[in-house]
């Protein structure tokens, strides 16, 4: 006979864990999906707002793919040996540290990878103050403390020494085990990069404090060329985890493959099968016709690498001249060094912004977005205070041909502005004009929206 006992238990179907409960979706994907309803809507917006590297994909890379696409048998868990082995002799050659395939693990994009370092590692996380948009949500969800660590607005948002050691102190005050830092240079969102000096004293700070050090290295390659990439792994090579992927330089976001290298010593190892263990219960493998595709991107290509010199060229050149037109309007912001990212802070203006309602970066960006058609992100999203004036414009789809063109045409122009990066170096001297109709229509919006500030009336 069925028993007629019931539970009693207060829950119901589909309750939510209160980590999921107050946990928004990524700020830079949901502007993303908002562009495009505006767009499919028939409203022109002008995109600061997603960091995409969009240029056609590289054809042996598209080649190799189609040659790897009925590799359909699973990955070993770390990735296939001889990706492995090209990225280390990939970063070996371009980080100026010898690093090996047994210190390679390979995931379904660095994002992945990174929340498993923090499932894995011990302690509370260093965040500096802005940092990216998902490591501080990452952390929390991983049963992290987040301590934020001010930056120095004044040096391009220079992260120093000293304000590690007091936000450590205070966080260990209140309870707190600061155990991990994560730094990303160049920088999501500010676009700056720390010189040497810089990263050898964070790397000898994190060595002295016995701090396990994540350096997201994803934009490293797009420097811009008027400051060197740097890892920290050179000066800390027993506590440097260090992070990277396709998805930036190669412009293969959608590929997700990514990559985090641990250290070779003996706890770098222990790492290694906590890290193992964990993504073989949560993805078994990247992709395998991905993985083999990949190869080719780490390895010795000429075409390939000039690939990717061409793209930070451009995207050097895209920023550096928003840049130019954001000093030009009396907007202070941090030269950009790499990837393709401008930090800009409002506050010069915060008296006519006052006269038409905004009072903190999140109105700011509402009041450009609605007023305006210019798409950006607030810099509370990336754990700024609310009445800091600041926004990430990301420069990345500046390049992008004007609306109407098919895919091939799409594809024929981005090319052959690639192909013309090298004269962009020269400037007017080279005599070349390459037409960028997105970046034009963004310098000359901005410039309509501080001549109507300036004016005074509210818009």
């Known amino acids: 006979m069925m028993s007629t006992t019931h539970a009693t238990g207060t829950g119901k179907p589909l309750d939510l864990a209160s980590s999921a409960q107050a946990l928004p979706a990524s700020a830079t994907l949901s502007m993303?999906?908002?562009?495009?309803?505006?767009?499919?809507?028939?409203?022109?917006?002008?995109?600061?707002?997603?960091?995409?590297?969009?240029?056609?994909?590289?054809p042996l890379l598209k080649g190799a793919l189609a040659k790897a696409a009925t590799r359909t048998g699973y990955a070993p868990v770390l990735g296939i040996p001889a990706l492995r082995q090209a990225i280390a002799a990939y970063l070996t050659r371009t980080r100026g540290v010898e690093f090996f395939a047994e210190q390679m693990v390979v995931g379904p994009g660095s994002k992945p990878l990174l929340y498993a370092l923090l499932h894995i590692l011990d302690g509370d996380m260093l965040l500096p103050v802005p940092s990216w948009v998902s490591y501080a949500p990452m952390a929390k969800l991983a049963g992290r403390r987040v301590i934020g660590v001010q930056t120095d607005a004044e040096e391009h948002h220079r992260l120093s020494p000293e304000a590690l050691t007091a936000a450590m102190d205070q966080a260990r005050r209140e309870g707190a085990d600061p155990r991990i830092l994560i730094i990303n240079t160049p920088s999501n969102p500010t676009g700056s990069m720390f010189d040497r000096t810089i990263v050898e004293a964070l790397a000898g700070w994190c060595k002295q404090a016995g701090v396990t050090l994540i350096s997201d290295e994803i934009y490293a390659e797009l420097a811009h060329g008027w400051r060197e990439h740097i890892s920290p792994a050179r000066f800390y090579p027993v506590g440097c985890i260090v992070t990277g992927g396709l998805s930036k330089a190669f412009s293969a976001g959608g590929w997700r493959l990514g990559y985090a290298v641990l250290p070779a010593a003996e706890a770098g190892r222990a790492a290694m099968q906590a890290l193992r263990s964990l993504a073989s219960e949560i993805w078994s493998s990247a992709a395998?016709?991905?993985?083999?595709?990949?190869?080719?991107?780490?390895?010795?290509?000429?075409?390939?690498?000039?690939?990717?010199?061409?793209?930070?060229?451009?995207?050097?050149?895209?920023a550096a001249q928003l840049y130019d037109t954001l000093c030009q309007l009396g907007i202070p912001c941090p030269r950009p060094a790499g990837g393709f990212y401008l930090y800009p802070d409002f506050a010069p203006w915060r008296e006519a912004l006052l006269a038409n309602g905004v009072r903190t970066s999140d109105e700011l960006a509402h009041y450009l977005l609605e007023k305006w058609d210019i798409a950006t992100l607030p810099g509370t999203v990336f754990g700024e205070e609310?009445?800091?004036?600041?926004?990430?414009?990301?420069?990345?789809?500046?390049?992008?041909?004007?609306?109407?063109?098919?895919?091939?045409?799409?594809?024929?122009?981005?090319w052959q502005i690639l192909d013309q990066a090298e004269l962009l170096q020269s400037g007017e001297k080279s005599g070349v004009a390459i037409r960028l109709p997105a970046l034009q229509q963004a310098q000359q919006r901005l410039k309509e929206v501080i001549s109507a500030l300036a004016a005074g009336s509210p818009q």
Do not use: D, M, W
């Open 32 to 58: 993303n999906e908002a562009v495009a309803k505006r767009r499919a809507a028939g409203r022109e917006t002008i995109h600061l707002g997603f960091g995409e590297a969009s240029f056609p994909l590289h």
């Open 288 to 318: 395998t016709p991905i993985q083999e595709a990949a190869i080719i991107a780490f390895s010795p290509e000429a075409s390939i690498e000039q690939y990717v010199r061409h793209s930070a060229l451009v995207h050097g050149y895209v």
């Open 386 to 414: 609310p009445e800091v004036l600041r926004l990430r414009l990301s420069t990345s789809l500046l390049c992008e041909p004007e609306h109407g063109p098919s895919e091939e045409e799409r594809e024929a122009a981005l």
